[in-house]
Nanobody, 117 residues
Framework: QVQLVDSGGGLVQPGGSLRLSCVAS????????MGWYRQVPGKQRELVAT???????NYADSVKGRFIIFRDNAKNTVYLQMNSLKPEDTAVYYC???????????WGQGTQVTVSS
């Protein structure tokens, strides 16, 4: 059974930092492209960042230079380091695991990030 467990969200002031974690089980983690997405009520889920199994990263323009995605294959974990947070970063953040060339596509349960003074 595949499971992605997101954690690390919370309330932070503008300019602050948070680190999200996603622990995967039931998949061969090192083979998967991992990603973080976010969603606010009434809007579509949007890409935040992805990291391929080879370590190539991709970021949404809105987070470039502030967020860093990285992975630890030994721990089956992907992280999102979020710095210089802004109120517009407020959303539920979801972890995703996808395997190229297959229909394998899995989601975490989401973790709430709120940026407010």
């Amino acid at each position: 059974q595949v499971q992605l467990v997101d954690s690390g969200g919370g309330l932070v002031q503008p300019g602050g930092s948070l680190r999200l974690s996603c622990v995967a089980s039931g998949i061969t983690f090192r083979l998967y492209t991992m990603g973080w997405y976010r969603q606010v009520p009434g809007k579509q889920r949007e890409l935040v960042a992805t990291i391929t199994r080879g370590g190539l990263t991709n970021y949404a323009d809105s987070v470039k230079g502030r967020f860093i995605i990285f992975r630890d294959n030994a721990k089956n974990t992907v992280y999102l380091q979020m710095n210089s947070l802004k109120p517009e970063d407020t959303a539920v953040y979801y972890c995703n695991a996808g395997l190229a060339g297959t229909n394998a596509d899995y989601w975490g349960q989401g973790t709430q990030v709120t940026v407010s003074s």
